[in-house]
């Protein structure tokens, strides 16, 4: 069975820009997480999908953003880039009925 | 809403060595508790799980045991590798309702382990 899977792997952007990452979750999961991992620091959630619908968000400004897609997968932007966005961004996703959540590999974005 | 505290580190050690990494959790109920590893370079994998007190949950050598009446969910591991270099994360559940499945992470314990 696959796992989540996400892109780019590596994302260079210049401050002002706007990133897209992508989500694949794990087939038959309808739940999608994204979390931000900045460098030296823990996990902090950003956003929550679910059936196609945001349920929550983390505290982070509304120039994140997102959707959820009907085959489940996943769309993180980020618009008007500033330098302390540089991070690993992971995407998880979860079935329904169960607390686990699988993460994918991350997106590192490096804002310049 | 539900917490977790884990040890600091970094965790520095010599191969075949014990490890222990502390983990302690403030949670309504008793919800699921997780340990998640990151290697190098990569995303987070899940490690172990334990549903419900006085679960032992084990993978790779490494086990935990969900302790209610100390709150803990510690992590142990025999005889570490190289191999086992890595952070190393326990979490829990938020909460339900808007918050059922999301998921706070403690801050991370780097674990470095020499030949």
């Known amino acids: 069975e696959a796992g989540v899977t996400q892109s780019p792997t590596h994302l260079i952007k210049t401050r002002g820009q706007q990133a897209t990452l992508r989500c694949s979750p794990i087939s038959g999961h309808t739940s999608v997480y994204w979390y931000q991992q900045a460098l030296g620091l823990g996990l902090q959630f950003l956003l929550w999908y679910d059936e196609g619908e945001e349920r929550n968000r983390g505290n982070f400004p509304p120039r994140f953003s997102g959707r959820q897609f009907p085959n489940y997968s996943s769309e993180l932007n980020v618009n008007a880039l500033e330098l302390e966005d540089s991070a690993l961004y992971l995407c998880a996703s979860r079935g329904q009925g169960v607390e686990t959540q699988y993460f994918g590999p991350g997106t590192r974005l490096l804002v310049l | 809403g539900n917490s977790v505290t884990q040890m600091e580190g970094p965790v520095t050690l010599s191969e075949e060595a014990f490890l222990t990494i502390n983990c302690t959790y403030t949670?309504?109920?008793?919800?699921?508790l997780f340990w998640y590893v990151q290697y190098p370079g990569e995303g987070l994998q899940l490690l172990l799980k334990a549903t419900k007190a006085d679960d032992k949950g084990s993978n790779k050598g490494f086990e935990a045991t969900y302790r209610k009446e100390t709150t803990s969910f510690h992590l142990e591991k025999g005889s570490v590798q190289v191999s086992d270099s890595a952070v190393y994360f326990c979490a829990l559940p938020v909460a339900g309702g808007t918050s059922y499945g999301k998921l706070t992470f403690g801050q991370g314990t780097i674990l470095t382990v020499h030949p």
């Open positions: 949670a309504t109920g008793y919800p699921s």
